[in-house]
């Protein structure tokens, strides 16, 4: 089997991907890894949940003390020229109101019809949590899901059908995992990129859902990270 | 004269009865206004409500009331985060209640309590169990939720800087929800790090203006769950 992207070049692959001027999302867990790994020489706006927008990754000597200033996984961030700080209920207003141009979520499961399922594994022990995951999901312009093509266990997380409670209907547009992109279409899952020694058959065995594979694919590649 | 500023943290939370809904600023403990919830919880008040972000994490703030036993049930988006010993310890025991709402609806639904609007739709959670028993609504051919607004009796926040009247600053992503729970409740009180005189704040900078504040003290460093 061929090897996959690591999570920090999967993170370094889809930032790739994001156009100048674009106002970025990032949720908890591998999508906060695209911040790490933004293309240089371009300008982007990253939009945290709590409150920020223009957060860079931490830089030591901001002067900023670490509690002043997190991302939405509650760790210390900085900030570019031009950023702004405001309210929860203005944030939200961005977020809901299609202000915001991507998402990037994590994903226990993504149905070939976009329906994400990220936020509660019925028959854990403990609280199930969604912070913004939600409101992402139904009000942000695009939803592009950045997750493992399968979980631990090796069952595949794009799927025909969620069985696993949803975040939102219909919300993905894209998924970059470590062996494939993924557009969803209305005609289906179409693969853009995938690891170039993975046939179409090995990767469609690994996946829940049927794939096609577009014209003109690209293989999947990132540099060591 | 208007003077809004109290001696101490207790003094603050005066007042406060069993029962009463509180809403609580901040967002994992940035922005948290921890030394005011400690002094709730000295009080010993039983069943109460709190509305936050999260459930608390370390023995200060959220953690402490939860730990004390003062909450019968917690609003929240997201209760699990490392160091939320005292909520995991209470779910686990079936001891406390919890309804999850998505963090921008729990948000709005604040804002809408201090805006004077009792409900609004919203597509979040629209095709989720969140949505369940809620009435629904399509606007030009898609699916909304109503939401209903929620009204604090308390609100307790953190804020950076005030004068006398309760104008507020604050820093940097320490806002989060504070200003919104400002906005939301009966009686709201804020621990700041500093005041300032009267008119020592620029207009243009103020962020809650004093309308929405009832009660300011100034306790500067304040307690941390490091």
């Given at each position: 089997?061929?090897?996959?992207?690591t999570?920090?070049?999967?993170?370094?692959?889809?930032?790739?991907?994001?156009?100048?001027?674009?106002?970025?999302?990032?949720?908890?867990?591998?999508?906060?890894?695209?911040?790490e790994?933004?293309?240089?020489?371009?300008?982007?706006?990253?939009?945290?949940?709590?409150?920020?927008?223009?957060?860079?990754?931490?830089?030591?000597?901001?002067?900023?003390?670490?509690d002043?200033?997190?991302?939405?996984?509650?760790?210390?961030?900085?900030?570019?020229?031009?950023?702004?700080?405001?309210?929860?209920?203005?944030?939200?207003?961005?977020?809901?109101?299609?202000?915001?141009?991507?998402?990037?979520?994590?994903?226990?499961?993504?149905?070939?019809?976009?329906?994400?399922?990220?936020?509660?594994?019925?028959?854990s022990?403990?609280?199930?949590?969604?912070?913004?995951?939600?409101?992402?999901?139904?009000?942000?312009?695009?939803?592009?899901?950045?997750?493992?093509?399968?979980?631990?266990d090796?069952?595949?997380?794009?799927?025909?059908?969620?069985?696993?409670p949803?975040?939102?209907?219909?919300?993905?547009?894209?998924?970059?995992?470590?062996?494939?992109?993924?557009?969803?279409?209305?005609?289906?899952?179409?693969?853009?990129e995938k690891?170039?020694?993975?046939?179409?058959?090995?990767?469609?065995?690994?996946?829940?859902?049927?794939?096609?594979?577009?014209?003109?694919?690209?293989?999947?590649?990132?540099?060591?990270? | 004269?208007i003077?809004?500023?109290?001696?101490?943290?207790?003094?603050?939370?005066?007042?406060?009865?069993?029962?009463?809904?509180?809403?609580?600023?901040?967002?994992?403990?940035?922005?948290?206004?921890?030394?005011?919830?400690?002094?709730?919880?000295?009080?010993?008040?039983?069943?109460?409500?709190?509305?936050?972000?999260?459930?608390?994490?370390?023995?200060?703030?959220?953690?402490?009331?939860?730990?004390?036993?003062?909450?019968?049930k917690?609003?929240?988006?997201?209760?699990?985060?490392?160091?939320?010993?005292?909520?995991?310890?209470?779910?686990?025991?079936?001891?406390?209640?919890?309804?999850?709402?998505?963090?921008?609806?729990?948000?709005?639904?604040?804002?809408?309590?201090?805006?004077?609007?009792?409900?609004?739709?919203?597509?979040?959670?629209?095709?989720?169990?969140?949505?369940?028993?809620?009435?629904?609504?399509?606007?030009?051919?898609?699916?909304?939720?109503?939401?209903?607004?929620?009204?604090?009796?308390?609100?307790?926040?953190?804020?950076?800087?005030?004068?006398?009247?309760?104008?507020?600053?604050?820093?940097?992503?320490?806002?989060?929800?504070?200003?919104?729970?400002?906005?939301?409740?009966?009686?709201?009180?804020?621990?700041v790090?500093e005041?300032?005189?009267?008119?020592?704040?620029?207009?243009?900078?103020?962020?809650?203006?004093?309308?929405?504040?009832?009660?300011?003290?100034?306790?500067?460093g304040?307690?941390?769950n490091?």
């Amino acid at each position: 089997m061929a090897d996959g992207l690591t999570r920090n070049q999967m993170a370094w692959r889809l930032g790739r991907d994001i156009a100048e001027g674009s106002y970025v999302n990032l949720g908890v867990g591998i999508p906060l890894l695209v911040l790490e790994h933004a293309p240089g020489g371009r300008e982007i706006i990253f939009h945290s949940e709590n409150g920020v927008l223009g957060m860079k990754p931490k830089d030591e000597t901001d002067g900023i003390l670490p509690d002043d200033l997190t991302n939405a996984g509650k760790q210390p961030v900085s900030l570019v020229p031009g950023a702004a700080m405001f309210h929860h209920a203005d944030s939200f207003i961005m977020i809901r109101g299609g202000h915001v141009d991507i998402a990037v979520l994590g994903a226990y499961q993504v149905a070939e019809n976009g329906d994400l399922a990220n936020w509660r594994l019925p028959g854990s022990p403990t609280a199930p949590a969604v912070g913004g995951a939600m409101d992402l999901a139904a009000g942000a312009r695009n939803v592009w899901v950045i997750c493992e093509h399968n979980g631990r266990d090796g069952a595949p997380k794009i799927v025909r059908e969620c069985t696993l409670p949803l975040t939102g209907p219909g919300s993905v547009n894209r998924i970059y995992t470590d062996l494939a992109i993924i557009d969803v279409t209305p005609d289906g899952l179409v693969v853009r990129e995938k690891i170039e020694t993975l046939s179409l058959e090995d990767l469609q065995a690994l996946s829940g859902a049927p794939l096609t594979l577009a014209n003109g694919w690209r293989p999947l590649e990132a540099p060591d990270l | 004269m208007i003077d809004k500023q109290c001696k101490s943290a207790a003094e603050a939370v005066e007042g406060i009865k069993d029962g009463a809904v509180i809403l609580v600023g901040g967002f994992g403990q940035t922005g948290e206004p921890m030394d005011l919830l400690d002094a709730i919880a000295a009080r010993g008040l039983r069943d109460l409500t709190i509305v936050a972000n999260g459930g608390g994490s370390g023995e200060h703030g959220i953690g402490r009331l939860l730990a004390a036993g003062c909450v019968r049930k917690l609003v929240c988006s997201f209760p699990r985060v490392p160091g939320s010993v005292a909520f995991e310890e209470l779910y686990e025991q079936r001891a406390i209640e919890l309804e999850i709402v998505p963090q921008g609806t729990i948000a709005e639904r604040v804002r809408a309590g201090g805006a004077g609007i009792p409900a609004f739709y919203v597509p979040t959670g629209a095709g989720t169990e969140l949505a369940d028993g809620k009435e629904l609504r399509e606007f030009e051919g898609r699916t909304f939720v109503m939401e209903h607004a929620i009204k604090g009796d308390v609100a307790v926040i953190k804020a950076d800087r005030a004068d006398r009247w309760g104008n507020l600053t604050y820093r940097l992503s320490a806002r989060n929800f504070n200003p919104v729970m400002a906005m939301g409740a009966e009686l709201t009180i804020a621990q700041v790090e500093e005041c300032v005189p009267l008119g020592g704040m620029d207009p243009e900078t103020i962020i809650t203006p004093s309308i929405f504040v009832d009660r300011v003290v100034e306790i500067p460093g304040g307690v941390s769950n490091g």
